[in-house]
Structure formats: structure tokens, C-alpha cells
């Protein structure tokens, strides 16, 4: 499947004459594409992970996702980018994905996508990003049912009470290639200095058939913990 990722660049420099105002770029080291279909219903996700390259504060703006069959006629689309921390300094990155339902189509109808996503400069808030450690562990069970977990530990390594922690949790295999991702939020509840807490989330049954079907398989989770600070 012929795969196409465009970023667009909104960022303008004010003194295009001056080097030291270069902009904030954003850059595709990854991305992948997957249809998975848990038998109710079948969608097409979109992954990417994005870098600074520039020398400039960027926060990732927005996103769409178009889908097309083999005609190049669209399926279907969808623009609300998931999973990612907002603002990035220079050479820091993110994971971010969309995802579209596919209607009345199977999957050998999908044939290509096209995933835009815009930056913007914003040097209002940085993303802080705190420790984490990650694991991944096969066949857990849970009432008389198995799963695949990610997990994420998120260390407080500030002298303050950290609230509304979010943690993006991504899946990978060998080659780096993103295989899922998950992102949850500790809505008003605290780390505490010194301390950790734990994040899981489980791999969905209908990625986990999409992996063997394409001999795909799964070697590690990255993770990127972090709050949003407002600058002075």
C-alpha cells in the first residue's frame, strides 16, 4: 500500500533576512497505516511521530486523514488528531494519530491515504515531560480473559505536586514501526514529589489479529508523560 504523509508548515518567520529567527519545522520519522476490524465495525488509523527540526517552539495545530480506493476515488476522512503533546521545543517529538471509520467497503477497498498535519508557532506553554519507564506483557489475565497491556511508570522528579499528568503510550515493533497507540490523563488528581504511578492500557483484540495476519509483532512501548506549563 503506497503510503504519503505531507506536513504543511504555517509558520512564518517576521525577518525572513535575519537566519537566528529560523522557524520551527516539523518532521515525519515514522508513520504507518493500519485497517483493523473487531467484526462491528472497520476503521483506517493513521500513526506518525513528529519532530522540531527547527530552532523555534512549534505547537502541532491540527490534522486530516483522507482514505481512497484503488480508483483514487475518497472513502472517507476525518480530522481530529489524537494522542500527542502539544508543544514541542526544538528536537523534541510526539506520537500522534487519526482514525476513520470505514463504511461499506471491505478492506481490500482500501488502497491509499494521505495525512496532513499543520504546525504553528506558539511559545505560550511547553510541554514539561517527566521520567517514565514502559514495559509490554503478553497474555495477562483478567476474569477468565486474557490481555495484551502497555504500561507506563510516571516518576515525579520536581519538588511540587504534579496534576493532570497525560501519558501517550505507543506501541512498536523491531523496526520501530508504530503498531497502536493510547493516551490517558490523570484529570485532578496529583503525583507527588518523589513518587510514581502507573499507567496501563491493553491492545485491542482487532489489532492484535491484524499483527498476525501481516506477521507483524510486537518488541516495545515508548512513552512521553508530560503537563502542560503555561510561560511567564
Do not use: C
Not at 134 to 153: G, K, N
Amino acid at each position: 500500500m503506497k503510503k504519503i504523509l505531507t506536513l504543511v508548515l504555517v509558520m512564518l518567520m517576521a525577518m525572513t533576512t535575519v537566519p537566528a529567527f529560523a522557524a520551527g519545522k516539523l518532521s515525519v520519522t515514522q508513520e504507518n497505516f493500519i485497517v483493523a476490524d473487531n467484526s462491528y465495525s472497520m476503521y483506517g488509523y493513521a500513526y506518525a511521530r513528529l519532530d522540531n527540526v527547527g530552532d523555534k517552539p512549534i505547537k502541532v495545530n491540527a490534522g486530516i486523514l483522507e482514505i481512497f480506493d484503488a480508483n483514487g476515488d475518497p472513502i472517507t476522512s476525518a480530522d481530529y488528531l489524537r494522542a500527542y503533546a502539544e508543544y514541542l521545543q526544538p528536537g523534541e517529538y510526539t506520537y500522534a494519530y487519526i482514525y476513520a471509520e470505514l463504511l461499506d467497503v471491505d478492506e481490500s477497498d482500501v488502497n491509499d491515504y494521505m495525512l496532513t498535519i499543520t504546525g504553528k508557532s506558539d511559545s505560550d506553554y511547553i510541554s514539561h515531560r517527566l521520567p517514565v519507564t514502559t514495559d509490554y506483557v503478553e497474555d495477562v489475565v483478567e476474569w477468565y480473559s486474557s490481555y495484551d497491556y502497555m504500561y507506563a511508570t510516571v516518576a515525579n522528579d520536581t519538588d511540587e505536586p504534579i496534576y493532570n499528568v497525560t501519558v501517550v503510550l505507543v506501541l512498536l515493533d523491531a523496526d520501530g514501526n508504530i503498531l497502536y497507540m493510547y493516551e490517558g490523563t490523570m484529570y485532578n488528581m496529583a503525583i507527588m514529589p518523589g513518587s510514581s504511578i502507573q499507567f496501563k492500557a491493553y491492545v485491542e483484540q482487532a489489532f492484535i489479529d491484524w499483527y498476525e495476519k501481516k506477521g507483524l509483532e510486537p518488541a516495545s512501548v515508548e512513552a512521553i508523560a508530560y503537563v502542560n506549563v503555561e510561560q511567564d
